[in-house]
T-cell receptor, first 113, second 117 residues
Framework: GAGVSQTPSNKVTEKGKYVELRCDPISGHTALYWYRQSLGQGPEFLIYFQGTGAADDSGLPNDRFFAVRPEGSVSTLKIQRTERGDSAVYLC???????????FGEGSRLTVL | AQSVTQLGSHVSVSEGALVLLRCNYSSSVPPYLFWYVQYPNQGLQLLLKYTTGATLVKGINGFEAEFKKSETSFHLTKPSAHMSDAAEYFCAVTPGSLGGGGNKLTFGTGTQLKVEL
């Protein structure tokens, strides 16, 4: 389809393991965002890419979290040494404007046991 | 800095009744305001937005919201609820153009709307 695609849709892992979550934005969208939605909460900003570079990573909770977008299209969110508190739905969005209109994927639900 | 408060995590209305979902915001600069909707098993999608100009904004599916600066509110309404409106609704804010604009949205905690026959 033409929307934002996220894989996997569900990921169950054990505490301490490494996880990668992938986002494929809408073709032509240069801006890409990662948000995290914990149970009962609204989405919280993690990181924003404009092209290949991270323009704002102020929302990453700590240095276990890292994201890349090497060719300016697909992005991967990487979480090292996962903790139970990392369990959440990780949302990716892309955009062509700077006025708040984001196109979201369906999210990747991460469960850390 | 911005923040959003959504009063009522769950709202239930009868089909055909008025829908009113409340949102109050705090912003150090004139804000841009948004309502996003999340239908079951779907991604968030933009319902409507206020940036500048007319304070009453209309969105998809008959929803509208009014920006009231004096009340720091951006409540969402729909005159007549339909079963298909059942979803979770999120209010969000970002700095307006005077604050640099941008898509770094601050979301509220969401309101789950239930529509009953």
């Amino acid at each position: 389809g033409a929307g934002v695609s996220q894989t996997p849709s569900n990921k169950v892992t054990e505490k301490g393991k490494y996880v990668e979550l992938r986002c494929d934005p809408i073709s032509g969208h240069t801006a890409l965002y990662w948000y995290r939605q914990s149970l009962g909460q609204g989405p919280e900003f993690l990181i924003y890419f404009q092209g290949t570079g991270a323009a704002d990573d102020s929302g990453l909770p700590n240095d276990r979290f890292f994201a890349v977008r090497p060719e300016g299209s697909v992005s991967t969110l990487k979480i090292q040494r996962t903790e139970r508190g990392d369990s959440a739905v990780y949302l990716c969005a892309s955009s062509t404007t700077n006025t708040g209109e984001l196109f979201f994927g369906e999210g990747s639900r991460l469960t850390v046991l | 800095a911005q923040s959003v408060t959504q009063l009522g995590s769950h709202v239930s209305v009868s089909e055909g009744a008025l829908v009113l979902l409340r949102c109050n915001y705090s912003s150090s600069v004139p804000p841009y305001l948004f309502w996003y909707v999340q239908y079951p098993n779907q991604g968030l999608q933009l319902l409507l937005k206020y940036t500048t100009g007319a304070t009453l904004v209309k969105g998809i599916n008959g929803f509208e919201a009014e920006f009231k600066k004096s009340e720091t509110s951006f409540h969402l309404t729909k005159p007549s609820a339909h079963m298909s409106d059942a979803a979770e609704y999120f209010c969000a804010v970002t700095p307006g153009s005077l604050g640099g604009g941008g898509n770094k949205l601050t979301f509220g905690t969401g309101t789950q709307l239930k529509v009953e026959l």
